[in-house]
C-alpha cells in the first residue's frame, strides 16, 4: 500500500513539468485551481461521510488511516509546490531541486524504512527510521545534483528536506519539504 501512495506521490512531478512547458504564471494558476477543486473535495469528503467512504474505497492503498477523517496529504502536497514555485519561482533550479526532493526524498524515505528499516528515530510516536532518513538524505543529494546544483547545495537542502521528513511539523511533511528546502537553497 505504502508503494502505491509514493508512487502516486511522484504526480507532483506533474506540477514540474507543468512549470517549465507552461511557464511559471499558468502553472501557479492551475495549480491553484486544482488546489481549490481538491479544497473543496476535501471539505465535501470531511462532511458527508458517504463521500469519504466512497473516495477512500475508490483511492484505496493511497491514503493513511489517519487521513480517514482529516485532509490528506495530496492538498498539502500540492500547496506546498504552489508555494514553493510562488515564492521561488523566479529562480527555476531552487523549484526543480525542491521539488525533486519532495518527489523522491520523500519516497525514498518510505519505500526504505519499510523494507530495510530497524532503528526508530521518530519523535513523538511517529514511525521514522534511520534507514529510510539516510536513503531520503543520499535520494535528495543525488536529486539536487541532478537538477544543477553544486555538492554543497544539493547536500544542504537535502540535509533540510530530510530534516523536516524526520521532525514533526506542523501541517504536514509534504507541505514543509518543497518550501523548507527551496528557502534554504536559496542562500547558495
Known sequence: MEALRKVFHLLSLIYLAAFH?????????LLAGWILLE??????RLRVPYVNETLIAMFCGIHREEETNRVSGILWTSIGCLLTM???????????????YLAFGDMAAAMVGKAFGRV????WGRKKTLEGSVACLAV????????????????????????????????NDN?????GAAFVLSFF
Open 21 to 29: 512547458h507552461l511557464g511559471r504564471d499558468l502553472t501557479i494558476r
Open 39 to 44: 479544497g473543496a473535495v476535501e471539505a465535501v
Open 86 to 100: 510562488v515564492c521561488f519561482g523566479d529562480r527555476p533550479l531552487l523549484v526543480d531541486a525542491a521539488l525533486l
Open 120 to 123: 526508530n528515530i521518530g519523535f
Open 140 to 171: 535528495c543529494a543525488a536529486a539536487g545534483l541532478a537538477a544543477g546544483l553544486s555538492p554543497a547545495a544539493a547536500l544542504a537542502g537535502a540535509v533540510t528536506a530530510t530534516a523536516i521528513e524526520i521532525v514533526p511539523v506542523p501541517l
Open 175 to 179: 507541505f514543509w519539504m518543497p518550501i
